[in-house]
């Protein structure tokens, strides 16, 4: 079968053999795989994972099963990092710090034409179906959202807050829709790109700024010279961060979002982060609860995630998709293990 798979820090598409199944396990024919921010950092080699996998957005269709809780045929969604739920971490409010956390994952990852859910993950329930309503290119979406819906509720967004997203990429685009779903008074979107700007706002933020332009001094302007109650950093830029902490109100939350380059450091004056009483809080990924919560707000249209689905391309063309997404011609690419009427190409 084929498989896009990392070569000396390369994507390389190549011919390997169909995983084989241990007690326990399942095999997904792939169907469609978002193509994430850290994928490309992780091409890039930027990344902080010491081998890193390509590919943890994946939907498709279960082609054989050695689990008795999940059938052939079944259309699903399959999530890569599950914790024990046994550990100290799992059990105080930390899941995504679990030592199994990261050392589990898809192979040989999201991007192949079948990949194997080992049995750790499906008996955790890492494997969800897709309501029949939902399809490939949505499921696609149920683990950036559980990220952001679990990163949000971290940072405690309550209705009529206002909120500041730094970057519009396809992240910063979710957590505006999210914000507007749990009631934020004003969000507000900074990023350096015109287009992802003017996409921002076709989603739901009521201003955008360019951020070459001290976004701050807007969004302390629109909220009564106070600034953001919560600011949303959805960028691995430090620049990014700092604009996050200068536009929160005194007392107020900044939530670390997008992963930033291993070794990055931060200009920033510490005082006035104890002086004007700011949080910082970071969320890394997701855990079970959160993707069946994504893939409800999903299914129930509640979130649309379909306006987010920008371009489709088949695993041959996904030295593309990389090049088209780091130009920004798109905003979240999808590979998808074949085009059908009607779709982007
Ligand atoms: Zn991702
Ligand atoms: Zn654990």
């Not at 199944?21 to 990344?47: F, N």
């Not at 910063?172 to 999210?178: A, Q, R, T, Y």
């Not at 700024?209 to 919560?230: C, H, N, W, Y």
């Not at 030295?319 to 088209?324: L, N, P, S, T």
Request: glycine letters at 8%; one cysteine or more; hydrophobic letters at 40%.
């Amino acid at each position: 079968m084929k498989a896009v798979v990392l070569i000396d820090g390369k994507p390389v598409l190549k011919q390997v053999d169909v995983p084989k199944l241990c007690h326990g396990d399942v095999l997904i024919q792939m169907k469609a795989c978002g193509l994430c921010g850290t994928d490309i950092e992780k091409i890039g080699g930027h990344y902080t994972a010491s081998q890193p996998i390509l590919g943890h957005e994946p939907t498709g269709v279960v082609f054989e099963s050695l689990s008795a809780d999940v059938k052939v045929g079944q259309r699903v969604f399959a999530h890569h990092h599950v914790p024990c739920y046994e550990c100290y971490y799992c059990l105080n409010g930390s899941p995504t710090m679990c030592a199994y956390y990261r050392k589990t994952n898809l192979d040989p990852g999201g991007f192949a034409e079948y990949f194997r859910v080992p049995e750790f993950n499906v008996s955790r329930g890492a494997i969800l179906e897709l309501p029949s309503h939902v399809s490939f290119e949505e499921g696609c979406f149920v683990e950036p959202l559980a990220t952001v819906l679990r990163a949000q509720k971290r940072a405690l967004l309550k209705k009529g807050e206002s909120v500041f997203v730094v970057g519009a990429g396809p992240m910063g685009d979710l957590h505006i829709m999210v914000a507007k779903h749990f009631g934020a008074s004003q969000v507000f979107a900074s990023d350096l790109s015109q287009t992802r700007l003017d996409f921002a706002s076709k989603i739901g933020a009521d201003y955008v700024f360019s951020a070459q332009e001290s976004p701050e001094k807007e969004v302390i302007k629109l909220t009564d010279g106070r600034g953001a109650d919560l600011s949303i950093v959805a960028s691995g830029s430090p620049k990014a961060v700092v604009s996050a902490l200068r536009a929160t109100r005194k007392g107020g939350r900044v939530l670390l979002f997008g992963v930033p380059y291993k070794g990055s450091f931060l200009e920033y004056d510490l005082s006035e982060l104890l002086n004007n009483e700011l949080s910082v809080i970071p969320s890394n990924a997701a855990v079970e609860e959160d993707t069946r919560s994504a893939l409800s707000l999903i299914a129930q249209a509640k979130i649309n995630v379909s306006k987010l689905v920008s371009k489709l391309y088949t695993l041959d063309e996904f030295e593309k998709a990389v090049e088209d997404s780091l130009a920004g011609r798109v905003i979240k690419a999808i590979i998808v293990s074949e085009k059908t009427k009607g779709a982007s190409d």
